[in-house]
């Protein structure tokens, strides 16, 4: 008998588990017949612990205990604008951790995201475990394609804390295409539109006889059904607060049945055009003698109004994605829609009329991540135990610039975002100063060209080099990124060959004010690309002009002599040579495109007074 395993997408509001059998790929319903389960943890007041339907089902009256979205913290640190943002609206109180990771806190206990969501993986180990009649423990996890190096660690830390061998983590867009194209024989470029409870993604990926190959991604980890949700609340709680000048958002009981409510009546609109949302007794007003009732009327009309930005915002993110990617809207030739928020109607006819397709009808929203996932588990474990090559292969991408913080602070890429995993790529650096003896590695991943506005992932520092002259010190940086999307990172000194290596780990994670110090006081441990052909083009230009406002200055002073005119000028030419010989003494390649341009100017200013001086 081939080994049971499973397939779990992990979702930021359901959570589907699913198994292949016989071949088929089929999801697994939990006791309660239901084949997806909420992401849902509670604590009950007598200290009870429940998860999925059980506690979203009390969610209302323990509004506070109750834990929904969690997938939206994990990986994330406390002062991450998105998590400032989360406290606001979440019921539950989050706390920042000892190492600056989010914490929730339930009674009396603090709970890390990994923890909480290991408590949701081991339900649907359970929803398997009651369906076999047996233990499982190999699984294939699923995550958004846009998760950081730190939200795919501490997703593997949660299935250790489950008890599960997470044989592989995938991206959900990934999976959906793996179900999708699944015993198709199909060769053609399908796009991914996935847009669930708490999250987006897009992905194109061009699938061909087993090979699935991610071209692009892109997403938002902060796009939506809850965003919709969280507006037609916004709607009830102003309309209420106009009508009888008290704020619903005071009450955590009222806001919850508002949250409820408001699901609802969005689901509602999916299949109606017009639904009724009557909450009574929804607050006491204190003083008061009635209790009041809310009573609405939301069509769909109304909805489209409130929640448009969202859903354009889903397109103008897909569009992005097209053109970085320099991929042609018109190749894409099938368009998956996954995700519950996808039912809506007007979500449907933008993805429409955006790829100029009708979605695929063939795939359920709800159930296809799983089902990919589980198709991949079990491609890997025959592929193990008949010691062949799987019959699936997965070319993923990883979804940000990784890269290094090089002097001046700022972000050196070694490996482009939507670049094929698994990949290594090595740079050689070099020291800034004479005689440096140390240098620190910053890893970082992300999108600015500024080191303190991408995610820090860590950092080593490389001791004892030999004392050598500046730029001649080779450090030689290799990043490795696995086919799930986590990093590694060597370096070598290349003058004695000592290697120092970070598998940058999601619970190592530094404090606040350690990473600011890290990132501030750097000047000592500098380390800058060698050599680097734009660097070299860049020094040569500013060379070039320093030589000729030095042959200029003389004949422009010579002449000034006579008069004051013109001395400011000069003063500032030598504050831009200044700065020049300190762009290129710290590689600094954006202080030398400034300053390349700023003496370019000069030049011709000083030109213009010579020839005039000529002229006379
Ligand atoms: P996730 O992948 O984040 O766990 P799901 O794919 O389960 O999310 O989608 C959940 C979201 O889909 C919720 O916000 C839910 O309200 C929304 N949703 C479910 N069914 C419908 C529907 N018929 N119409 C509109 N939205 C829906
Ligand atoms: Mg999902």
Same mark, same amino acid.
């Given at each position: 008998?081939?080994?049971?395993?499973?397939?779990?997408?992990?979702?930021?509001?359901?959570?589907?588990?699913?198994?292949?059998?016989?071949?088929?790929?089929?999801?697994?319903?939990n006791?309660?017949?239901?084949?997806t389960?909420?992401?849902m943890v509670?604590?009950?007041?007598?200290?009870?612990?429940?998860?999925?339907?059980?506690?979203?089902?009390?969610?209302?009256?323990?509004?506070?205990?109750?834990?929904?979205?969690?997938?939206?913290?994990?990986?994330r640190?406390?002062?991450?604008?998105?998590?400032?943002r989360?406290?606001?609206?979440?019921?539950?109180?989050?706390?920042?951790g000892?190492?600056?990771?989010?914490?929730?806190?339930?009674?009396?206990k603090?709970?890390?995201?990994?923890?909480?969501?290991?408590?949701?993986?081991?339900?649907?180990?359970?929803v398997?475990?009651d369906?076999?009649?047996?233990?499982?423990?190999?699984?294939?996890?699923?995550?958004?394609?846009?998760?950081?190096d730190?939200?795919?660690?501490?997703?593997?830390?949660?299935?250790?804390?489950?008890?599960?061998?997470?044989?592989?983590?995938?991206?959900?867009?990934?999976a959906?295409?793996?179900a999708?194209?699944?015993?198709?024989?199909?060769?053609?470029r399908?796009a991914?539109?996935?847009?669930?409870?708490?999250?987006?993604?897009?992905?194109?990926?061009?699938?061909q006889?087993?090979?699935?190959?991610v071209?692009?991604?892109?997403?938002?980890?902060?796009?939506?059904?809850?965003?919709?949700?969280?507006?037609?609340?916004?709607?009830?709680?102003?309309?209420?607060?106009?009508?009888?000048?008290?704020?619903?958002?005071? $009450?955590? =009981?009222?806001?919850?049945?508002?949250r *409820?409510? %408001?699901?609802?009546a969005? @689901?509602? &609109?999916?299949?109606?055009? !017009?639904?009724?949302?009557?909450?009574?007794f929804?607050?006491?007003?204190?003083?008061?003698?009635?209790?009041?009732?809310l009573?609405?009327?939301?069509?769909?009309?109304?909805l489209?109004?409130?929640t448009?930005?969202?859903?354009?915002?889903?397109?103008?993110?897909? $569009?992005? =994605?097209?053109k970085?990617?320099?991929? *042609?809207? %018109?190749?894409?030739?099938? @368009?998956v &829609?996954?995700?519950?928020? !996808?039912?809506?109607?007007?979500?449907?006819?933008m993805?429409?009329?955006?790829?100029?397709?009708?979605?695929?009808?063939?795939?359920?929203?709800d159930?296809?991540?799983?089902?990919?996932?589980?198709?991949?588990?079990?491609?890997?474990?025959?592929?193990?135990?008949s010691g062949?090559?799987?019959?699936?292969?997965?070319? *993923?991408?990883?979804?940000?610039?990784?890269?290094?913080?090089?002097?001046g602070g700022?972000?050196?890429?070694?490996?482009?975002?939507?670049t094929?995993?698994?990949?290594?790529?090595?740079?050689t650096?070099?020291?800034?100063?004479?005689n440096?003896?140390?240098?620190?590695?910053?890893?970082?991943?992300?999108?600015?060209?500024?080191?303190?506005?991408?995610?820090?992932?860590?950092?080593?520092?490389l001791? *004892?080099l030999?004392?050598?002259?500046?730029?001649?010190?080779?450090?030689?940086?290799t990043?490795?990124?696995?086919?799930?999307?986590?990093v590694?990172?060597?370096?070598?000194?290349?003058?004695?060959?000592?290697?120092?290596?970070?598998?940058?780990t999601?619970?190592?994670?530094?404090?606040?004010?350690e990473?600011?110090?890290?990132?501030?006081?750097n000047?000592?441990?500098?380390?800058?690309?060698?050599?680097t052909?734009?660097f070299?083009?860049?020094?040569n230009?500013?060379?070039?002009h320093?030589?000729?406002v030095?042959?200029?200055?003389?004949?422009?002073?010579?002449?000034?002599?006579?008069?004051?005119?013109?001395?400011?000028?000069?003063k500032?030419?030598?504050?831009?040579?200044?700065?020049?010989?300190?762009?290129?003494q710290?590689?600094?390649?954006?202080a030398?495109?400034?300053?390349?341009e700023?003496?370019?100017?000069?030049?011709?200013m000083?030109?213009?007074?010579?020839?005039?001086v000529?002229?006379?």
């Amino acid at each position: 008998m081939s080994e049971r395993v499973i397939g779990i997408d992990l979702g930021t509001t359901n959570s589907c588990v699913a198994t292949v059998e016989g071949g088929v790929p089929k999801v697994i319903a939990n006791k309660g017949g239901y084949k997806t389960t909420p992401s849902m943890v509670a604590i009950s007041e007598a200290g009870r612990r429940l998860v999925g339907h059980i506690a979203k089902r009390q969610a209302i009256t323990n509004a506070n205990n109750t834990v929904y979205a969690a997938k939206r913290l994990i990986g994330r640190k406390w002062t991450h604008p998105a998590v400032q943002r989360a406290r606001q609206v979440l019921p539950y109180k989050l706390v920042e951790g000892e190492t600056g990771d989010v914490r929730i806190e339930l009674h009396d206990k603090t709970y890390s995201i990994p923890e909480l969501s290991a408590i949701v993986l081991s339900e649907m180990k359970k929803v398997a475990e009651d369906y076999f009649g047996g233990p499982v423990e190999k699984a294939v996890v699923t995550i958004p394609a846009y998760f950081n190096d730190g939200q795919r660690q501490a997703t593997k830390d949660a299935g250790r804390i489950a008890g599960l061998d997470v044989i592989r983590i995938i991206n959900e867009p990934t999976a959906a295409a793996l179900a999708y194209g699944f015993k198709k024989n199909i060769r053609k470029r399908v796009a991914v539109f996935d847009l669930g409870g708490g999250t987006f993604d897009i992905s194109v990926l061009d699938i061909q006889d087993g090979v699935f190959e991610v071209l692009a991604t892109a997403g938002d980890t902060y796009l939506g059904g809850e965003d919709f949700d969280q507006r037609i609340v916004e709607w009830l709680v102003f309309g209420f607060a106009k009508e009888h000048k008290l704020d619903l958002r005071t $009450d955590v =009981m009222a806001l919850q049945r508002l949250r *409820d409510a %408001a699901e609802q009546a969005k @689901v509602q &609109l999916s299949s109606t055009t !017009t639904t009724d949302i009557n909450l009574p007794f929804i607050m006491s007003a204190s003083g008061k003698q009635d209790a009041l009732h809310l009573q609405r009327t939301l069509t769909r009309e109304k909805l489209e109004e409130l929640t448009a930005d969202l859903v354009e915002r889903s397109v103008e993110i897909c $569009d992005r =994605m097209l053109k970085e990617a320099r991929l *042609d809207k %018109a190749d894409i030739e099938e @368009v998956v &829609l996954v995700g519950g928020q !996808t039912r809506m109607p007007r979500v449907q006819q933008m993805v429409k009329a955006f790829f100029g397709l009708d979605p695929a009808k063939s795939v359920h929203p709800d159930e296809v991540v799983a089902l990919g996932a589980a198709v991949q588990a079990a491609a890997l474990v025959n592929a193990q135990q008949s010691g062949s090559q799987p019959d699936l292969l997965l070319l *993923d991408v990883t979804p940000l610039n990784l890269g290094i913080m090089i002097a001046g602070g700022y972000f050196n890429t070694l490996i482009p975002a939507n670049t094929t995993v698994p990949t290594s790529k090595s740079h050689t650096f070099t020291t800034v100063r004479d005689n440096q003896t140390a240098v620190k590695i910053v890893v970082l991943q992300g999108e600015s060209d500024v080191s303190k506005q991408n995610e820090m992932l860590g950092e080593f520092i490389l001791t *004892d080099l030999p004392a050598m002259p500046r730029g001649t010190m080779e450090i030689e940086v290799t990043f490795d990124i696995s086919p799930e999307g986590i990093v590694s990172v060597f370096a070598k000194d290349k003058a004695t060959g000592r290697e120092q290596s970070i598998q940058v780990t999601a619970t190592s994670r530094m404090s606040e004010d350690e990473l600011q110090h890290v990132l501030e006081a750097n000047e000592e441990f500098a380390v800058a690309e060698k050599n680097t052909e734009v660097f070299q083009t860049l020094r040569n230009d500013v060379e070039r002009h320093l030589r000729e406002v030095d042959s200029l200055v003389p004949k422009v002073r010579e002449f000034l002599s006579a008069s004051d005119f013109g001395e400011d000028a000069l003063k500032k030419v030598e504050t831009q040579k200044e700065r020049a010989r300190r762009a290129i003494q710290m590689q600094d390649i954006p202080a030398l495109k400034e300053v390349r341009e700023k003496l370019e100017r000069a030049n011709t200013m000083l030109k213009g007074v010579a020839e005039r001086v000529a002229g006379t």
